[in-house]
């Protein structure tokens, strides 16, 4: 099912899952080729032998991926549908992170553990600037802004924006 592209100030969705943002455009999209490895490794791994053998194949090719982009993604993450990786290069996201759907994440992003025990979870639509950090159990609420090398210490309510070391809100709706 093809949906229209949303126009510049339509607000994407927190739930909706859109799987046209990851659809590689060309041969030579790293970032969506990386998450197409994950998402058939996911699938293949639970079918059996069959599954197992074919899922090694997506191994590899994660880590070809994986490779290109310098990025430590893993393959049993949980990642809802519609992440975007615009630029994805040195991104690193702990295995136990969240990531809700219809997110963005730009270069150099860490999605880890910290100070605050428990590991990230993104809700739906997060913008992720590059540089940034997002550390321990935090909670980032629906259509969230984290600004370019922001550190995430604390818990972001949905509708906002937050920016610096460490990370304020600015801007809530």
């Not at 859109?18 to 659809?23: A, F, Q």
């Not at 791994?45 to 880590?63: C, T």
């Not at 639509?125 to 802004?145: Q, R, S, T, W």
Request: hydrophobic content about 40%; proline content about 6%; overall charge positive.
């Amino acid at each position: 099912m093809n949906k229209p592209k949303p126009k510049f100030n339509e607000i994407i969705s927190a739930e909706i899952e859109d799987w046209s943002r990851e659809k590689p455009k060309k041969f030579w999209d790293p970032g969506q080729k990386l998450l197409k490895c994950i998402r058939k490794y996911q699938k293949w791994k639970k079918r059996g032998f069959i599954g197992s053998l074919i899922s090694k194949l997506f191994v590899m090719l994660h880590m070809f991926w994986s490779s290109v982009c310098s990025s430590e993604i893993p393959l049993d993450i949980k990642i809802k549908g519609g992440l975007k990786l615009t630029h994805p290069y040195g991104i690193v996201i702990n295995k136990n992170s969240i990531i809700g759907p219809n997110c963005l994440i730009f270069q150099q992003v860490t999605i880890g553990s910290g100070s605050k025990s428990g590991y990230p979870k993104l809700g739906g639509h997060v913008d992720v600037g590059a540089g940034a950090k997002i550390l321990g159990g935090v909670i980032i609420g629906d259509h969230v802004k984290i600004g370019a090398n922001a550190v995430v210490i604390a818990d972001v309510p949905s509708n906002s924006t937050a920016i610096g070391i460490p990370a304020k809100i600015i801007k809530h709706k």
